[in-house]
């Protein structure tokens, strides 16, 4: 999928309220994804559960959600973002060896901590100080997305394909948008 389309689809299951609101709904789900993929890498690296990578294509696809849910709050093009050299990393990880897990910790690491920069800044930073912020919030926004897109290089998969599972996820569990109901219910999550 591409980035811009994929960008205004989030909009689509975002139940925006107001600009103070979405910004803490969108930074919570954030970190709360990154999170998820977090525990997903221990367990599977410590705690003996097999490698799924549709669980890390699953939680990097909600990661790329709520990024663009604030991106598109504060007006942040995603395509004219991705448009810049992005660093790339010739190593792969391995998702089964725990010899990775080092590299992989670090990545995630330097995720978490530059979207807890990120998401803190946009919450809790005073209007007056709006021209640095500008700045800051910009350096936050890119430096987390090369940092995405670098892990998801570094385990061989690509945005396309991420945002596309992600995409058709939204598209079963939302069929007509957002709704309370269909967040509780979560048609997409029941087994058949």
Known sequence: MEPLAYQKSVERTFHRQNNEYDTINASMGLLGEIGELTNIFKKVYFHGHPKNMSEVIDELGDI???YCALANTFNFS????????????PLSVSLVDKKDSTRVF???SRINGIATQLCSTLVLSPVIEQLRLDIEITL?????LD???LLIKSLDLDLETICGANQKKLETRYPNGFTTEDSIERVDTKRE
Not at 78 to 89: T, W
Not at 140 to 144: G, P
């Open 78 to 89: 995603l395509e004219k973002m991705l448009s810049r050299d992005v660093p790339s990393d």
């Open 106 to 108: 670090s990545m995630i």
């Open 147 to 149: 940092d995405l897109h």
């Open 140 to 144: 936050l926004f890119l430096a987390l």
């Open 64 to 66: 790329m959600w709520y």
